[in-house]
């Protein structure tokens, strides 16, 4: 993968003074050249820039960007993050038009594509992408993202500019963007955060362009719009029908992920997900001869810690062990965190979100792919199968099901806990929260006549994929791409999601077991012990050890009268709450942030207000 940036503005001709410009795009490169260590390039039309950090994965020695191409002695140029899955198809459609390339890479392949079909040619791409394409023709920049929104891509407008790139800071190493934070920013990241409003991008006046949609910058100003949309359809399949379909889905999705010109490994976490991305992808490899790399991940010590609940019933480990037993040709490595590896790691995933995360879910996610990194560069995971699937406890367990607010988040009580009361009423967090609930479920795509359960499945559906996916695909995309490490999620395929959004929950959720639908789907690719268990999310570490290191640092934090986040802090009930904190088992967001969490994303807001100065 890659990371992209730029800016484009009609103000003046950025070729009258090209060395600053240059140095502006040099910048914006270096800003994100963890995502792509391997060559730079950038490119300077006269109201345009492109910049661009490779990591090779397509044509190692010939794929260079940004790729310029010239027509009637005008210029197209893209700068290009991302993987197309459908690339040889395309390439044949367009080689039989007479478009020839010179390269092997997709990035040439969407290039001539728009030049051959414009903006049109974008609804025939499978994959995942964020890209800007300069048309030198029409004058004008087109920024793109992939349905799933899989692929990060940032944006803001300063005076007649707009600037663009993969990540926040990108937009920061343009001279005419200052981070800065207003009251809606501190409600995203307290109110709703870690994760956020699809389109917000949290800083004052940045913005995330939403999944599915191209926009354009001209002359005239910026105009964006969906390019795809998320139906709701009539399912007419029989179950044994929905059952095949869906085994298709899943298999095409992984075999043509595996496209690479250097190896491709898996995420192996022990779950039914990446057991079966990983069965399939071990599966294509072998008819090639071939072994797959695989790594789990876990605690130093957990196993003498864990401590069973409600939303994490048992450990991973014992399943990643049956699942290698059943495929004694993975090549596999177990990785482990030890505590204070997870506490340093808090401030790095900061670094590398540009915002607070999920804590030691970021944290750790972020320290294994380092270390995966150094065997591979291209990762196969089973992210996004609960969203789409039912996996998650709120898509059927009745108290989390019903009711206002996000069933992953469903009060802002404890966020609130320890901020003083000043803090509290001026960001009135629970009306924040609630109303862009609200504006969410609003948008919810639905058939005609649906109401009572069937009308709140769709909506709890659909706000696991504008909100709980996303903000799961930002922890994956930040996390790899800081140590240049391509992940791919098979089961965000569109095609997955568009044929699932619209089965009944009936199929997907059947004798008491959630993805009954995927187990039933894919039932020949695993061990019967595997298949058949029962959900467990990501693993995190149950240890007092990490606990007390995270308090010492939130303790270090509320007797430093200099640290940023002090003044929204009611420092005796902090303190109280570092010392013992809150039950294991009962989160504040998602299934795994609970009482230690909470300090530990303290902690990062921290950091975050320090790193770009911000204040309330």
Not at 288 to 308: A, H, M, V
Not at 490 to 505: G, K, M, Q, S, T
Not at 551 to 575: G, M, S, V, W
Request: proline fraction near 5%; charged fraction near 25%.
């Amino acid at each position: 993968m890659c990371g992209i940036a730029g800016f484009c503005g009609f103000g003046e001709d950025y070729h009258r003074r090209r060395r600053y410009y240059e140095e502006v795009l040099e910048g914006q490169a270096r800003s994100v050249v963890h995502r792509g260590g391997d060559q730079e390039g950038t490119y300077l039309a006269p109201h345009a820039g492109l910049a661009h950090a490779r990591l090779s994965i397509r044509d190692v020695a010939g794929g260079r960007q940004p790729i310029v191409r010239s027509r009637g002695g005008k210029e197209y140029a893209i700068s290009y993050n991302g993987e197309i899955y459908n690339t040889a198809e395309l390439t044949t459609e367009l080689s039989g038009k007479g478009y020839s390339f010179t390269t092997t890479t997709d990035t040439e392949v969407i290039l001539l594509g728009y030049m051959d079909q414009g903006p049109d040619f974008f609804r025939k791409l499978n994959g995942i992408y964020a890209f800007a394409i300069w048309d030198g023709v029409l004058e004008r920049l087109v920024l793109v993202r992939d349905r799933a929104g899989v692929k990060p891509l940032f944006y803001a407008r300063r005076g007649g500019e707009l600037i663009f790139g993969s990540e926040p800071k990108a937009l920061f190493a343009h001279p005419a963007v200052t981070p800065e934070a207003d009251l809606d920013s501190f409600r995203e990241v307290l109110g709703v955060g870690p994760a956020r409003t699809s389109g917000c991008g949290v800083f004052k006046d940045v913005w995330e362009l939403e999944p599915g949609t191209l926009a354009v910058f001209g002359r005239d100003g910026l105009a964006a719009e969906p390019y795809w949309r998320l139906e709701a359809r009539e399912h007419t399949d029989t179950y044994p029908q929905t059952v095949e379909r869906t085994a298709f889905l899943v298999r095409d999705a992984v075999e043509r992920q595996m496209v690479s010109d250097v190896p491709v490994c898996a995420f192996l976490s022990g779950g039914v997900d990446s057991s079966i991305v990983t069965a399939i992808a071990a599966d294509c490899l072998s008819c090639k001869g071939k072994q797959l790399n695989t790594f789990s991940f876990d605690f130093t010590g957990n196993k003498r810690y864990f401590q069973s609940n409600s939303f994490q019933p048992e450990q991973d480990r014992p399943y990643v062990d049956v699942m290698l037993a059943a495929h004694p040709e993975l090549r596999h490595t177990y990785l482990e965190c030890s505590e204070e590896e997870l506490t340093e790691e808090l401030e790095t995933s900061v670094a590398a979100k540009d915002l607070p995360g999920m804590a030691d879910v970021d944290a750790s996610m972020l320290y294994f792919c380092r270390l995966v990194k150094k065997h591979n560069k291209v990762a196969l995971t089973g992210e996004c199968a609960d969203e789409i699937f039912g996996g998650y406890p709120w898509f059927y367990r009745k108290e989390l099901l019903e009711g206002e607010g996000f069933p992953w988040s469903r009060s802002v009580e404890m966020r609130e806990l320890l901020l003083t009361e000043e803090c509290r009423k001026a960001l009135d967090l629970g009306a924040y929260s609630m109303a862009r609930y609200r504006e969410s479920v609003a948008q919810t795509p639905t058939l005609p006549g649906e109401t009572g359960e069937t009308l709140r499945r769709r909506q709890v559906a659909w706000l696991n994929l504008r909100w709980f996916m996303q903000t799961l695909l930002d922890r994956m995309d930040r996390a790899s791409m800081w140590s240049g490490l391509e992940a791919r999620v098979p089961f965000a395929d569109h095609r997955i999601i568009e044929y699932l959004y619209n089965v009944p929950w009936e199929m997907k959720y059947r004798e008491g077991a959630e993805k009954a639908l995927l187990r039933d789907a894919c039932g020949g690719l695993l061990p019967p012990a595997l298949m058949h268990r029962k959900k467990s999310p990501y693993p995190k570490t149950y240890s007092p050890v990490y606990q007390a290191l995270v308090a010492k640092k939130f303790e270090a934090i509320l007797a430093d009268p200099n640290a940023p986040i002090r003044p929204l802090i009611d420092r005796e009930k902090a303190r109280a709450f570092a010392a013992a904190p809150a039950e294991l088992g009962k989160p504040w967001f998602g299934q795994l942030m609970a009482g230690p969490q909470l300090i530990a994303y303290l902690v990062m807001v921290d950091q975050w207000m320090e790193r770009w100065h911000l204040s309330l």
